[in-house]
């Protein structure tokens, strides 16, 4: 099949696997996708939730149905003309319980260095002086011997143990994981030997015809994303193959990487940031009283990250350098190493050695050297300036060498990762909708030229990459941060409800005040249970009372406390305030994300609307007989009855009406043009309003018209022929309008 028009992503699991997947095949096809989006498929962890805990390579997961039951869900979405894009994962595999389920790894802990299998793992052989550093050992229990193994509660090891030593679980691995995981251990995807052990099942489903399009997770955590995704390539024939990059900033994909784009983060922040209002920026600081700036927060984060989780990386690559530059003491090549990582811009920089160096690469270590410079003393300085040129790539091509500027990247990406992301996110709540993946909370809003030039680049430079707007890595669901938009537009209403429902007596931390109480808001109606799911692990993840590591049950049970008495009365009663107003953003944003230039993908459920929070809550069930029967109903005329139907009239339409073409940015005329974004893709003109509280404060459209030539157009959304594109009337039923021209020109 061709490369996808739309996706629609399904999360695998045990309970709905591959023949649960098949059945919804004439459902997604009247949807109007193209191909069905999965989540990993091979043989993963026991009790996996997710897949990217992979112990098998060569087999289909059992759990999903196994390779017959792959082939059999292929084929009733071939009958149904869909085509199928498959998660994969190179950068990692799992460390499962018993470890004997992945053989690969079961070797290397029997045969130590000399296992076939040593080669695949990213192992430091020195730290663990000759052995792998097995971290799994808790308070008082010790291993028992039984036959020929080692046990220890689920966890198996072969005997003798000679080539590896079990450790306390809080002392780091020797091997490089992803994040801090130790679970899921590193693999060297860079050995071509490697590469075809592990992509060769997926491989020949390529080459059969049963997948066509890839999905790489974590290119970040590679040695050499660049040389992989070229040998990927080459290996599938060029099939269409998105990377799960996270954009910072001005950062671009690298241009002479071999796959059509991102999976699509950089849109989901621009997107999100269009419906943002600029001038609530200023009242929504004061609303957060008292915070420090976000850039110092996240150096913070990242620094703690640094010296706690991910100092067994840090290390590594400290003793790397050290062997590179050994004129200089540890000492300070650590301290100037570890500020160099910290003041990484961006999660990587993809120095391969050898190769030249891009100019992007060049301003993002200047921009991390100076930033590193101010903070370390004068004495340092010459460490700092001895370290650059060896993590850019431009000391020689000696081994040593060459180790550092890998591990520096491999190192900085999961810094970003854990330190901005999975910790400075959950500590700085000025307006949460911004804190996303890939996102950032100090960037407040986007303009809508803003947007429009990046629709421009997106359709020039990666006309086929993914955009989105829910994923199953996303913090808090599309359109819960649809609703926490409006707070921008009406930052006053926010900051008296605040001090209506704040507690005097609370126990809370305030940035955890501010985040509860947008959670509440945005994620209305909330289970008690869902909400303790949540704030446990949004108080884990922000480390400043408790930790998955050091929990601190007191503080943690007095939060949880506290959040069983919301006043639910007084949530509802703001909720139903912010509605009118978040409906124009929940169809405003679908519907562009879903024209704009790139493949859109839906992510399960979120064609009705979204407001589940991170996982595991954005993989709870989907109920699709709900949605069967809605969109049968849409389909056989009836106007919609709720947002949900709104949004799932949205979202079908506009798949249906898909076709990709030019981007040319459109302009309104009149006192309300600031309240309208619009743009033509192809075929059909996207129209949707924007920031509603200051389009009704203004006293609506008025006179307000779209600047369009040609017509008459047809709303596809409501099926009217507008002559007059003035915005009163072609946004009077909906807030959005998909238009297409009709053959009528008289």
Request: a negative charge; charged letters at 25%; one cysteine or more.
């Amino acid at each position: 099949m061709s490369e996808p028009r739309a996706t629609y992503r399904i999360q695998l699991r045990e309970e709905f696997g591959f023949a649960r997947a098949a059945a919804l095949a004439p459902y997604l096809a009247a949807l109007g996708v193209s191909h069905v989006y999965l989540s990993p498929i091979l043989q993963a962890a026991p009790g996996s939730a997710h897949g990217y805990d992979v112990v098998d390579h060569t087999r289909v997961s059992e759990a999903l149905g196994g390779e017959d039951g792959f082939r059999a869900m292929v084929a009733r979405f071939r009958e149904a003309g869909l085509g199928v894009v498959v998660d994969i994962v190179p950068n990692h595999m799992a460390i499962p319980a018993p470890e004997s389920l992945n053989r690969p790894l079961w070797s290397v802990l029997a045969e130590g260095r000399a296992s076939p299998y040593a080669r695949w793992f990213d192992i430091d052989w020195e730290a663990g002086e000759g052995r792998v550093v097995m971290p799994v050992l808790g308070d008082g229990d010790v291993p028992t011997r039984e036959d020929d193994v080692l046990r220890y509660h689920e966890h198996m090891f072969p005997l003798p143990d000679d080539h590896y030593r079990l450790a306390p679980w809080r002392e780091g691995p020797n091997y490089r994981r992803f994040f801090e995981i130790s679970s899921l251990a590193g693999l060297r995807a860079e050995d071509p030997e490697v590469f075809d052990r592990t992509h060769g099942l997926i491989l020949r489903l390529v080459r059969e015809g049963l997948i066509d399009g890839l999905r790489v997770d974590h290119p970040d955590g590679l040695a050499a994303p660049r040389a992989y995704l070229d040998r990927l390539a080459e290996a599938t024939g060029g099939v269409w193959t998105v990377v799960e990059k996270i954009l910072t900033g001005p950062e671009e994909l690298a241009p002479d990487w071999a796959c059509a784009g991102t999976t699509g983060y950089d849109a989901l922040g621009m997107v999100g940031g269009v419906f943002v209002s600029p001038r609530g920026e200023g009242p929504l600081t004061e609303v957060y009283d008292g915070a420090v700036p976000f850039e110092q927060v996240a150096y913070e984060a990242k620094r703690q990250s640094a010296e706690g989780g991910l100092a067994p990386e840090v290390e590594r690559l400290h003793r790397a350098l050290c062997r590179v530059l050994p004129s200089y003491g540890t000492g300070e090549l650590r301290d100037a190493l570890l500020e160099l990582l910290v003041a990484m811009p961006v999660y990587r920089v993809y120095v391969e050695p050898g190769e030249e160096v891009f100019p992007q690469t060049e301003s993002v270590l200047e921009a991390a050297t100076e930033a590193a410079r101010s903070r370390l003393p004068a004495e340092l300085h010459p460490a700092l300036e001895a370290i650059v040129p060896v993590v850019s790539g431009k000391v020689g091509c000696t081994d040593a060498a060459a180790e550092v500027a890998v591990r520096f990247q491999q190192t900085a990406a999961p810094l970003m990762a854990k330190g901005v992301e999975d910790t400075a996110f959950y500590r700085w709540s000025r307006l949460v909708s911004r804190n996303e993946v890939g996102g950032e909370p100090d960037r407040f809003s986007v303009s809508p030229e803003e947007f429009h030039a990046f629709c421009g680049r997106l359709a020039r430079d990666w006309p086929a990459t993914m955009t989105t707007l829910s994923t199953h890595d996303t913090k808090r669901q599309e359109d819960v941060r649809a609703r926490l938009a409006v707070l921008a537009e009406l930052p006053e209403a926010w900051a008296e409800t605040l001090r209506d429902l704040r507690s005097p007596d609370s126990p809370l931390e305030p940035d955890l005040e501010h985040l509860l109480w947008q959670t509440v808001v945005g994620a209305w109606p909330l289970s008690p249970e869902r909400l303790a799911e949540y704030l446990t692990k949004a108080m884990r993840e922000a480390k400043t009372r408790t930790s998955w590591t050091d929990p601190d049950p007191a503080y943690e049970a007095a939060v949880l406390e506290y959040a069983r008495s919301i006043p639910a009365e007084r949530v509802a009663a703001f909720t139903a305030r912010l509605e009118p107003y978040a409906r124009v953003n929940v169809l405003g944003q679908k519907l562009v994300q879903l024209t704009m230039p790139g493949v859109p993908d839906v992510y399960q459920g979120c064609e009705l609307v979204a407001l589940s929070l991170v996982d595991p809550d954005n993989r709870r069930p989907v109920d699709y007989d709900d949605r069967r029967a809605r969109l049968t109903r849409l389909d056989a005329g009836e106007p919609p009855r709720d947002l949900d139907d709104e949004k799932l009239l949205v979202t079908s339409r506009a798949l249906r009406a898909r076709r990709p073409g030019p981007y040319e940015p459109l302009n309104a005329t009149g006192p309300a043009a600031e309240h309208a974004l619009a743009f033509r893709c192809g075929e059909t003109v996207t129209v949707v309003t924007r920031l509603p509280v200051g389009l009704e404060r203004g006293g609506g459209w008025h006179d307000t018209a779209l600047a369009l030539d040609g017509g008459p157009w047809r709303d596809v959304l409501t099926g009217v022929l507008h002559h007059d594109l003035r915005l009163n009337a072609l946004l009077a039923r909906l807030p959005v309008a998909l238009l297409v021209p009709t053959e009528d020109r008289g």
